[in-house]
């Protein structure tokens, strides 16, 4: 039986014990929110549904959680330690550093950072230092099976074999990232597409509902099976890759893309935050989870049965 610590448990963390949970391991989880058990056990009963759809290990439960009443607790006898409190250096690395000296020295403790490099998050660690990576998921966390791993400039290879083989038992495809870099691989590439949809709001080139509809019914159908650079092969017909680019690479220079962001202005604030209300229709972003995640179910079905070969991550890279 495996034990996973979870150290805050907001979106990010409850994702995280649902995985673990629906896995059959143990959980631990801390948060000082008075509310967040409470939280979480609603997450939970949502998060069940799906994950019992997809399959469950054999004594997976969520009886398996429990709520520890201080880091050094919750970390205790930890076969996994993932850290999810909000996106701030200095408390991230105060956290860190706390649960080092807690834990045991061989025990890996990944970050779900979106944007931070490992070096910098291992700053105030002073027992194993190393063992402190980037584990970076996606939301939802108990249904996208992609991990980003970075290792800082004082981990052992050996330690992200170690982290490589601990997610891949929850069930997740591990991204080794060769080099560490803010905002990782996927969070750079999301960006980019997320600075140049502001843009076209900005410019009342476009409604956020039309930025939308490019993406569900054009570009992002193909993404889920092929990614960006399979994708342009198939555009560049029999010659692939390298006919596209002699079509297409001119377009590159023009450039169609503005790459640094707006100004968030009030009144863009304003009218993305109205864009996004107008497309939920009232219906709440609860509602919304659950569609999305019905939906997710089935999709990770359909590019299982594309990608028969594929066991893990290797089989497509
Ligand atoms: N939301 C996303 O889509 C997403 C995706 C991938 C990674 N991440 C990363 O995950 C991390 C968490 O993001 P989130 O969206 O879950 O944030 P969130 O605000 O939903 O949750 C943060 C949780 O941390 C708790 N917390 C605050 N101080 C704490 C402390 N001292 N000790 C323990 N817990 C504490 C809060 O009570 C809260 O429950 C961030 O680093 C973020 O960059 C977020």
Request: net charge negative; charged share 20%.
């Amino acid at each position: 039986m495996s034990r996973l610590a979870v150290i805050g448990t907001g979106v990010i963390g409850n994702g995280w014990i649902a995985r673990a949970l629906a896995q059959g391991w143990d959980v631990v989880a801390f948060d000082p929110d008075p509310q967040a058990p409470a939280r979480t056990q609603s997450f939970i009963d949502n998060a069940w549904a799906s994950l019992t759809q997809l399959g469950l290990a054999p004594d997976a439960s969520p009886e398996r959680l429990t709520f520890a009443d201080t880091i050094e607790k919750a970390v205790d006898g930890a076969d996994l330690i993932q850290e999810n409190v909000p996106e701030r250096l200095p408390l991230k690395q105060e956290i860190l550093a706390a649960i080092d000296a807690a834990a045991a020295p061989d025990v890996i403790i990944g970050s779900s950072t979106s944007g931070f490099k490992p070096t910098d998050l291992q700053q105030q660690c002073q027992k194993a230092p190393g063992r402190v990576i980037v584990a970076h998921p996606f939301n939802p966390v108990y249904l996208l099976p992609l991990v980003e791993l970075v290792g800082g400039e004082s981990t052992q290879t050996a330690q992200i074999a170690t982290a490589q083989k601990l997610y891949q038992a929850l069930a997740m495809r591990p991204l080794v990232v060769r080099r560490e870099i803010e905002g990782h691989i996927a969070d750079r590439l999301m960006e980019a597409l997320w600075r140049e949809a502001l843009h076209l709001v900005n410019d009342g080139v476009a409604t956020t509902e039309e930025i939308d509809a490019a993406v569900v019914y054009g570009c992002g159908l193909r993404w889920p099976l092929m990614g960006t650079f399979l994708t342009f092969h198939l555009a560049g017909g029999e010659p692939g890759m390298r006919h596209m680019l002699e079509q297409f690479g001119p377009a590159l220079k023009l450039p169609w893309t503005k790459l640094e962001a707006p100004e968030l202005t009030d009144e863009l604030i304003d009218k993305v935050v109205a864009g996004c209300e107008h497309q939920a229709a009232g219906r709440s972003v609860a509602t919304l989870d659950r569609r999305r995640d019905d939906f997710l179910v089935e999709l990770l079905e359909v590019v299982q049965k594309y990608w028969p070969e594929a066991e893990g991550l290797e089989g497509r890279i």
